[in-house]
């Protein structure tokens, strides 16, 4: 069983930054991939970022050049630092966890980040 809780979001005037957080307990495994997913208003759940165990990343198109997804493995938790928003950015930010050999995926309950204009 693992528990992922988020933190961070709030309301940012366009141009700003936000950083959010994913802190995880529970269960963990070595080989994995963490992932921030978020869904707008109307709009279907997107991926935005991923970071695997080994380090590597990958950002959406929309993300690229203005998100970075990190991890502090000593506080077992995961960052999505967010600069440049605007209200296009505007949705509730999940973090997700694959735990590749047991091919099990957990969630986070979600933080809203609201991008005024």
């Known amino acids: 069983q693992v528990q992922l809780v988020e933190s961070g979001g709030g309301l940012v005037q366009a141009g700003g930054s936000l950083r959010l957080s994913c802190a995880a307990s529970g269960s963990t495994f070595r080989f994995y991939t963490m992932n921030w997913y978020r869904q707008a208003p109307g709009k279907q759940r997107e991926l935005v970022a991923s970071l695997s165990s080994g380090g590597s990343t990958n950002y959406a198109d929309s993300a690229k050049g203005r998100f970075t997804i990190s991890r502090d493995n000593a506080k077992n938790t995961l960052y999505l630092q967010m600069g440049s928003l605007t209200p296009e950015d505007t949705a509730v930010y999940y973090c997700?966890?694959?735990?590749?050999?047991?091919?099990?995926?957990?969630w986070g309950q979600g933080t809203q980040v609201t991008v005024s204009s």
């Open positions: 997700h966890v694959y735990f590749t050999f047991t091919r099990r995926a957990y």
